[in-house]
């Protein structure tokens, strides 16, 4: 296919539209393509939009160091100029009015920009830096529109120049906000950064380079031009210096080097075109060390075009990824209106939007109570890279999962932290066994002691009832720190979740009103049941006696008996398993299997004893861990959390109350404002942009080019890409 020059009509369409887009202010919610022109002053920067555009620029960089100035350039047969100020945004009403209004003359044939620019800043407001008070920088952008026969389709931003001291002009106390305004610019990612460096200075003290290499560390985004080269001494080491950084083999940037040689003040008042010839003449000087830079590097001539083309790469790469950012912003937007809701001016319009905030929490207090997450823009997707762990996306709002992980876990504390004693088999050695645990012979020896003292009217041998209650109830003095630390967990994340549901689906200050004047004190009565329920079933065990009619309880008692029984035979017969069979031996295996008479009436009892609070133990455990999930967690909290703030409950608020709860506050009022206007602006570059994608198709039918397609990361092929004037589609 044919190559698409760079000053056709699509071209200058292409670029209307960006302009407009950044006209209607799209800039501010997403970044847009530019080319933004940056610099120290005396860098030579003002020559070099000079020479680009033909417009006269100040001689002194301080007259133009108060805001920027956005240059747009376009071919056209009849030559013309417009200037206007865009007011920032930041403005009010009455001074964005005043600032539209704003227009000044220029000479289409010899345009001077010195006025225009001492007029802008009275417009804007600004004071000189010397002066006390009064504003000093403007973020308004001063926009001057050139159409002629020999301008390229170009637009540029030109920035205020940095400086490090001060002057009689302007102070060194506004170095910082020039390089603050400056790097703001460059701070956008889809800006083209053009940092001009002066060949008069040392390379190493220039502000631009090293801002744009902070912001731009890779150099995928600066092209970089050097000015003055005639001021280099011939053979120095500066000089030298330059070459190299001017062929790309010292500062590399994807996009390369230019030299421009600036109007010397011997020949200030020359034309453009002389001024081109004289640029012409000296960088094909015969000796001229310029000439081992590739001439398309050099000069007025290829710097026109090849930022053209440089601009048209990175618009055609960033179109699709800005029309990405701007439906994101759009649906955050509209997110954003619907928590806000309709103005609340009345209680009738107060009641009807906190009836539906009251919907939308019960349905997803409901989903999360019930495990239904379907609603991923609430509780995202279970597909991470952890989903199998509980610190997933959005894990915490998931509440069956968070309760039914969180009571697992106290399942497991129970059964392993849950004794206040762990009994051990008298085999585990001699060495003094680790705290919190005791060896049987050792605790029947303090069981005996408790059944001495609790004597009844049994018989010698059995035990008091009662002492199995008493050594039940020391064994389980841990259930109620570990009961209530599972109650506790589970109400934080119930507590989380409800503060999630309600910043999602309301305004702030609806939120917290709600929260602390309606839910709060409902939640503090649930955890006050919770906390009675788990102190009932405590109680049974604290102030009763066992009680169950489990079998478990007797197959317990039989089954830890049958253990000993096993291992004492297991002792015994391990001791002859070498023996040849004798009678002798037959009688003395038997005589070890048949235990001893035991005539320690009160031990037998003991062990008795600590059989059956054993035993009692392990069904007691099963019971209150169960217990625990089903009525203390289950009926006092988790099954009435979709009753908390339900829809039925709105029409029962007196008004006041009403007013008070979603009342629209300033802010809210403000912020409602702010959204519509940026979802209108959004909405209104949506279809500019869906209409540029269209007009597009048909010129790149075959694909977007190949230089297209690398700007959109990064320009992998460094310059080369720059050689032709023209876009060619393959």
């Not at 080491?237 to 003040?265: C, I, P, S, T, Y």
């Not at 295996?589 to 009692?616: C, F, K, L």
Request: proline letters at 4%; aromatic letters at 6%.
């Amino acid at each position: 296919m044919a190559p698409i020059n760079i000053q056709s009509q699509d071209y200058r369409d292409l670029l209307d539209i960006i302009d407009n887009l950044r006209a209607q202010g799209l800039d501010r919610y997403v970044p847009l393509p530019e080319i933004i022109v940056c610099g120290d002053q005396s860098s030579g920067k003002s020559s070099v939009l000079e020479a680009i555009s033909g417009l006269s620029f100040p001689s002194k960089d301080s007259l133009c160091t108060r805001f920027a100035t956005e240059l747009v350039l376009r071919r056209d047969d009849v030559a013309s100029i417009a200037v206007s100020i865009e007011p920032h945004h930041t403005r009010t009403d009455a001074e964005k009015q005043a600032l539209k209004g704003f227009h000044a003359d220029l000479d289409a044939e010899h345009p001077d920009i010195g006025p225009v620019i001492e007029a802008a800043k009275t417009a804007m407001g600004l004071v000189d830096g010397t002066a006390v008070g009064g504003r000093r920088f403007s973020n308004d952008v001063l926009r001057i529109e050139m159409s002629g026969p020999t301008q390229q389709h170009l637009t540029l931003v030109d920035l205020p120049g940095l400086f490090h001291a001060g002057s009689a002009d302007q102070s060194a106390d506004e170095a910082p906000v020039v390089r603050q305004l400056v790097t703001d610019y460059m701070k956008r990612p889809r800006s083209i950064i053009l940092a001009v460096v002066s060949g008069a200075y040392e390379f190493a003290n220039q502000l631009a380079t090293q801002l744009a290499r902070d912001v731009d560390p890779r150099g995928v985004r600066t092209r970089g031009l050097v000015t003055k080269p005639d001021m280099l001494e011939e053979g120095s080491d500066r000089e030298q210096a330059f070459l190299k950084m001017a062929a790309n083999r010292d500062v590399v940037l994807q996009l390369g080097w230019h030299v421009l040689r600036n109007r010397g003040h011997k020949h200030r008042d020359a034309t453009r075109d002389e001024r081109d010839a004289l640029e012409k003449e000296f960088f094909t000087a015969p000796g001229n060390p310029w000439l081992e830079i590739p001439a398309s590097h050099l000069g007025i001539g290829p710097l026109r075009p090849r930022l053209s083309t440089i601009l048209m790469n990175q618009i055609l790469a960033q179109l699709g990824p800005i029309l990405e950012d701007v439906d994101n912003q759009l649906r955050e937007c509209k997110q954003g209106m619907a928590r806000l809701g309709t103005p609340r001016e009345t209680v009738l319009e107060q009641r009807r939007y906190l009836s539906g905030v009251s919907s939308s929490f019960t349905e997803l207090i409901t989903a999360a109570v019930q495990g239904t997450y379907s609603d991923t823009a609430f509780f995202g997707s279970t597909l991470s890279d952890n989903q199998d762990e509980e610190t997933g996306n959005n894990y915490h709002r998931r509440l069956r999962a968070v309760v039914q992980n969180r009571l697992t876990q106290f399942a497991k504390d129970m059964h392993n932290r849950g004794q206040t004693r762990i009994i051990v088999s008298d085999n585990v050695g001699k060495n003094k066994v680790p705290g919190g645990q005791i060896r049987r012979t050792d605790y029947i020896d303090k069981v005996k002691h408790i059944i001495i003292n609790s004597r009844g009217r049994e018989l010698p041998g059995t035990f008091n009832p009662l002492v199995v209650s008493d050594l039940f109830r020391d064994q389980c003095r841990k259930w109620s720190s570990l009961a209530t630390a599972c109650v506790d967990d589970i109400l934080e994340s119930s507590a989380a979740l409800i503060t999630d549901v309600l910043e999602h689906i309301a305004v702030e200050g609806t939120s917290d009103k709600v929260l602390r004047f309606s839910i709060n004190p409902k939640m503090a009565e649930f955890r006050d049941g919770m906390l009675r329920e788990v102190q009932t079933l405590l109680d049974q065990h604290d102030n009763g006696h066992p009680i169950t009619y489990n079998h478990y309880l007797t197959t317990n008692v039989q089954e830890a008996r049958n253990d000993r029984q096993k291992k004492h035979v297991l002792n015994i017969v391990r001791g002859y398993i070498n023996h040849k069979m004798t009678e002798e031996y037959a009688q003395t295996i038997a005589n070890g299997i048949v235990p001893n008479t035991e005539q320690d009436m009160v031990r037998v009892a003991a062990s008795d004893a600590i059989d059956y609070m054993e035993a009692y133990y392990k069904v007691a455990l099963k019971s209150f861990v169960d217990n625990v999930g089903v009525l203390v967690v289950e009926l006092c909290l988790v099954s009435k959390l979709p009753t908390l703030f339900a829809p039925d409950m709105i029409f029962s608020i007196p008004d006041n109350d009403i007013a008070h709860l979603a009342c629209e506050q300033e802010h809210a009022a403000a912020e409602r404002h702010r959204l519509m206007e940026k979802k209108a602006c959004l909405e209104k570059c949506e279809m500019e942009l869906r209409r540029l994608d269209k007009h597009r198709a048909p010129i790149f039918k075959h694909g977007v080019p190949k230089v297209a397609k690398a700007a959109k990361v990064e320009f992998e092929e460094g310059d080369k890409m720059d050689e032709d004037h023209e876009l060619d589609v393959e």
